[in-house]
């Protein structure tokens, strides 16, 4: 009979292996998106929420690469290949230019935006939220750099909208 350490080892190792596939299905180009929410027992009275998700964006003109978007609090490491469920989870982003703008939307249930605090520094914007056992941390690389004065923002029902001109 296997442990509920063996059981929680096999789990992560087995979305270790699923991270992996993502990465091959993100270089053949092939359009996906999936997302879960799953409970893992420790050893202790607790259990871990693990949340795993991505998204493949596909660009309007052939020349655009697809990408693929990952977010959650299930990471694996690039060296070690060893799985963690993390306390901070990444939020499903997406950055759309606009003709006279861009805008950054992300997707973070449960934080109103008084929750929600933003960096801006040239052409990287960080987004850190916490609101109880929500917590949502994400760094994103915009297409160019912005003055943090042309940022306006909002916030509804756990969705973020980011406008920045320029």
């Given at each position: 009979?296997?442990?509920k350490k063996g059981n929680v080892e096999g789990m992560l190792r087995g979305l270790g292996d699923l991270v992996g596939k993502l990465s091959e299905l993100a270089e053949k180009g092939e359009s996906l998106?999936?997302?879960?929410?799953?409970d893992i027992d420790?050893?202790?009275p607790n259990k871990a929420k693990a949340v795993y998700g991505f998204s493949m964006k596909m660009g309007l003109n052939e020349d655009q690469e697809p990408t693929m978007e990952s977010f959650g609090n299930v990471h694996r490491d690039e060296v070690t290949g060893e799985t963690t469920?993390?306390?901070v989870s990444e939020p499903l982003i997406d950055v759309i230019e606009e003709a006279d703008h861009i805008?950054?939307?992300a997707e973070m249930p449960g934080v109103a935006d008084e929750d929600i605090h933003l960096d801006l520094k040239g052409d990287v914007l960080v987004l850190h939220a916490?609101?109880?056992?929500?917590k949502y941390h994400k760094e994103v690389l915009l297409p160019r750099s912005f003055d943090d004065?042309?940022?306006e923002r909002s916030c509804h029902n756990g969705i973020l909208e980011i406008k920045l001109k320029g």
């Open positions: 009979m296997m442990s998106k999936k997302t879960g929410l799953f420790t050893n202790g469920v993390q306390e805008l950054v939307l916490e609101k109880g056992s929500k004065k042309t940022l």
